[in-house]
């Protein structure tokens, strides 16, 4: 009876270890989780949403293991993002905090905010109406909703308040070499790439991945989890991201 006690622990001790090590490797080079605390990315990415990143789509950097260990420098197998890839990235400032934005500048661009509308290399980027966003909480604000289309065609959905804001006019941006200017989608509410001092051009080595997939979303309603589906916003579940 003892000895079947040993095995069934020790079997279950294997299989606890093997878990572990499956969800560390699937964790560091296919998918790994992230929530959105902030909205920042609206309406694209609303608070309360839970994605997957994609940790293979520009290969791998230290960033891409746990703890940002220095194992090796620069990337591993790495590809660019392109322009308008949802990213997740850590903060330049301080190499450990993750953010997420979207790519709208490439190494030698040139990037600049006028009247509100974002332009790429001294040509406006096409901005076209798609009526009004509420968000918020308690507080409900009322936005205008654009589709915005990059040079490559990809097209987006931002929203804004106005056009007169402090950041709706910039001096030019140029991206250096191996870096990225991000944008959020809530454009006069994200601190980004046009936060020189803050965020700045974003380095390769920095990517985490890409965001791809909306697993969950809950619309923060409920205090405790067990009210969870009454604030489970189930529209959103298995949304791509674009």
């Not at 560091?28 to 990415?45: A, C, K, V």
Request: overall charge neutral; charged content about 20%; glycine content about 10%.
């Amino acid at each position: 009876m003892a000895t079947q006690k040993a095995s069934g622990f020790v079997e279950l001790v294997k299989t606890i270890v093997y878990a572990i090590l499956i969800a560390v490797v699937v964790r560091t080079f296919l998918f790994e989780p992230f929530s959105i605390p902030s909205g920042s990315m609206i309406p694209t990415l609303l608070v309360g949403d839970y994605l997957f990143v994609s940790k293979y789509s520009f290969g791998y950097s230290r960033y891409s293991l746990p703890f940002g260990l220095p194992l090796f420098s620069g990337r591993l197998f790495g590809r660019e993002p392109e322009r308008g890839d949802v990213v997740v990235f850590k903060l330049p400032a301080d190499n450990t905090t993750d953010y997420i934005k979207r790519v709208v500048g490439l190494p030698g661009d040139r990037i600049q905010m006028i009247d509100g509308i974002l332009n790429i290399n001294g040509v406006p980027v096409r901005r076209e109406p798609a009526g009004e966003f509420t968000a918020g909480g308690a507080v409900r604000q009322t936005y205008h909703r654009y589709i915005e289309t990059l040079p490559n065609g990809r097209r987006h959905e931002i929203i804004e308040i106005g056009d007169s804001g402090p950041l709706d006019n910039t001096s030019v941006y140029t991206v250096p070499p191996g870096h990225f200017f991000m944008m959020g989608d809530n454009r006069d509410s994200s601190r980004d790439s046009r936060f020189l001092g803050e965020v700045g051009y974003v380095p390769f080595v920095n990517l985490i991945g890409r965001a791809e997939v909306i697993f969950f979303s809950v619309d923060g309603s409920a205090l405790h989890f067990w009210n969870w589906p009454d604030s489970i916003r189930f529209d959103r579940i298995f949304r791509s991201i674009q």
